[in-house]
């Protein structure tokens, strides 16, 4: 568990479990259940931005939909402000979430087809009650403005726009109302590679400007390496290491970690080599309907000792700010 709380925390997510239930037959009794995500921990603080990083099926994404509320945890806590987000009621996770919004993977497939852009923004401020309806076309357009997108776009439906500039009306859609919390879950994975470095400056350019809190989730990291503050690195529904983005990327300790920053293409010429050889992970994934017992990366692992299929590693300090669940971080090849 992260250990530097304080009084700028916003969000505080302890032991949070999201089982799904099997079920099966006439009757569906369940016979099992899919332990999408079995026990993390972390902290966001205010104006920070946290990257959450993971194979896909790693339970990232559901991490992100627990905390906004889409899914209600199966157990553990989620405080955003002071206020405890699993036992919120319908109406006050309205209000909840005037303050955390979410831009998801798909920028197509989370906007309405059959609505013009002003009215997908307009709807959120009416609903609310954010603006007067005299002030609302001014407001739509100054939502797009910081976007990046030109004012008489408000006028166009989903399917007369690139992807990217989906993505970015999905970004004006969850600004109008003010947040102080974004959880992105794959925000640039669906767009062209030319695209993705437009959108995640964007995104820190908004975070400043703003003062935002972010939750990125990805499964590269080489993509939250330049807009993260720290980095939370998940394997099979749980977090296997945290730390600051500088300490993450130039020195990791779990042999994860270490495959997923060798797994980042690397320039042949000019810039900083990180490493000369790569660590290739054998075996599959575990599934998470029966991960295996001890340590969940250890049927992979290449630094494997028999303490590590008995027992689970509990999350260590190695350095100030560096936390890892592994028996032998860093030590061996």
Not at 11 to 20: C, G
Not at 55 to 82: D, H, P, W
Not at 297 to 326: I, K, L, N, T, Y
């Amino acid at each position: 568990m992260i250990s530097n709380t304080n009084n700028d925390t916003l969000l505080q997510v302890k032991n949070l479990k999201m089982h799904f239930p099997i079920k099966k037959g006439l009757l569906q009794r369940q016979v099992g259940s899919v332990f999408a995500v079995d026990g993390v921990d972390f902290q966001i603080s205010k104006g920070e931005t946290l990257g959450l990083v993971g194979e896909s099926g790693c339970g990232k994404t559901t991490v992100g939909r627990c905390i906004i509320g889409l899914y209600k945890a199966t157990a553990g806590s989620m405080v955003f402000q002071n206020k405890e987000v699993n036992n919120q009621s319908r109406n006050q996770m309205v209000e909840l979430r005037r303050n955390m919004q979410m831009i998801f993977q798909d920028p197509y497939s989370s906007l309405n087809p059959r609505m013009r852009v002003r009215d997908m923004i307009g709807e959120v401020l009416t609903v609310h009650g954010l603006v007067k309806p005299k002030h609302r076309a001014q407001r739509i357009s100054e939502l797009l403005d910081q976007v990046g997108l030109k004012p008489e776009f408000a006028a166009r439906y989903p399917h007369e726009f690139s992807g990217g500039q989906r993505q970015r009306i999905g970004i004006a859609r969850a600004l109008a109302m003010g947040p102080k919390m974004l959880v992105a879950d794959e925000p640039v994975s669906a767009l062209d590679v030319s695209v993705q470095a437009q959108v995640i400056n964007l995104l820190d350019r908004l975070k400043q400007k703003f003062n935002l809190s972010m939750l990125i989730i990805s499964h590269d990291l080489g993509v939250v390496e330049h807009v993260s503050d720290r980095i939370a690195v998940m394997y099979l529904g749980k977090i296997v290491e945290t730390a600051s983005d500088k300490n993450l990327y130039n020195k990791p300790h779990h042999p994860y970690t270490l495959a997923l920053l060798e797994a980042i293409p690397q320039p042949r010429s000019g810039g900083r080599i990180r490493r000369k050889t790569r660590s290739i992970l054998g075996g599959d994934v575990p599934s998470p309907i029966n991960p295996p017992q001890g340590c969940h990366f250890h049927p992979r692992c290449p630094r494997v000792e028999d303490q590590c299929r008995r027992e689970r590693p509990p999350m260590v300090e190695v350095s100030q700010g560096h936390m890892v669940s592994c028996f032998f971080p860093g030590e061996k090849s």
